[in-house]
């Protein structure tokens, strides 16, 4: 491996992942740029919603460059799409004059009570410093009788793991920076799915979860490499 994309002394764990995601995300990530694993994971998203559905306010934590949106297929008047730096949405995305763009921390979203109809994070909560928080916050701008939507990795599962090696792990092997990518892996995905699960389960304790396991659809984070949350909130008391 050349020496350049070793983990440098004393380089912050901020550092190698801004690095990471600069120089090689898009060029080792399973989900990343129209791959099959991209489209299979945003359409089991949306798999339960289509035309005849509408969400009028939509609101995206998370959301990078907009790589949900061309996935949506039910009705909305306007959808936000936010993430921790402004995103800068793709050119297809940006020219649909329903969606507009803003920075803010999904631990502590600058949006009042019910704000949204529905709520989406992909791949979010496994990197975040206080995934409690930020499932509080996200229940409190759904309205009620609104919908929250969320992508679990089922991280360390053996079928996540198994994809994982043949996929992006594969990758940064032939691309020599398979070290890096291994200390990548161990800081990005701080938080495994169990606890994630339990977190959520807690939060939506008075709310209807639905669980929907990919890609074998029986129950079991062992044996899947994701699930996809699709909670209807209530108007009783969440967190």
């Not at 099959?36 to 934590?61: D, I, K, T, W």
């Not at 009042?112 to 992909?122: C, E, H, K, L």
């Not at 079991?220 to 699709?230: I, M, P, S």
Request: hydrophobic share 40%; net charge neutral; aromatic share 10%.
């Amino acid at each position: 491996m050349p020496p350049d994309d070793r983990p440098a002394p004393g380089q912050s764990a901020h550092d190698l992942l801004t690095r990471w995601y600069e120089d090689h995300y898009s060029t080792t990530a399973a989900t990343a740029d129209g791959s099959f694993f991209e489209r299979y994971l945003h359409r089991s998203m949306e798999a339960a919603y289509g035309p005849e559905a509408r969400f009028a306010r939509v609101l995206e934590v998370g959301g990078n460059r907009g790589e949900h949106v061309p996935y949506v297929r039910h009705r909305f008047d306007e959808y936000l799409l936010t993430d921790l730096r402004e995103p800068r949405p793709t050119e297809e995305v940006a020219a649909d004059p329903r969606v507009s763009v803003a920075a803010c921390d999904v631990a502590a979203l600058p949006y009042p009570d019910g704000r949204f109809d529905r709520v989406i994070a992909t791949c979010l909560l496994h990197h975040l410093p206080d995934p409690f928080a930020a499932l509080g916050e996200m229940r409190r701008v759904t309205a009620a009788g609104g919908t929250v939507t969320i992508l679990l990795p089922t991280d360390p599962g053996v079928a996540y793991r198994a994809g994982k090696a043949l996929t992006s792990g594969r990758a940064a092997r032939r691309q020599g920076i398979a070290e890096m990518y291994q200390v990548v892996t161990a800081l990005d995905h701080r938080n495994h799915f169990p606890s994630l699960l339990a977190q959520a389960r807690h939060v939506f304790r008075t709310d209807r979860v639905g669980v929907s396991w990919r890609p074998f659809r029986v129950p079991g984070w062992h044996l899947n490499a994701f699930t996809v949350l699709h909670v209807q909130v209530s108007d009783g008391a969440g967190v």
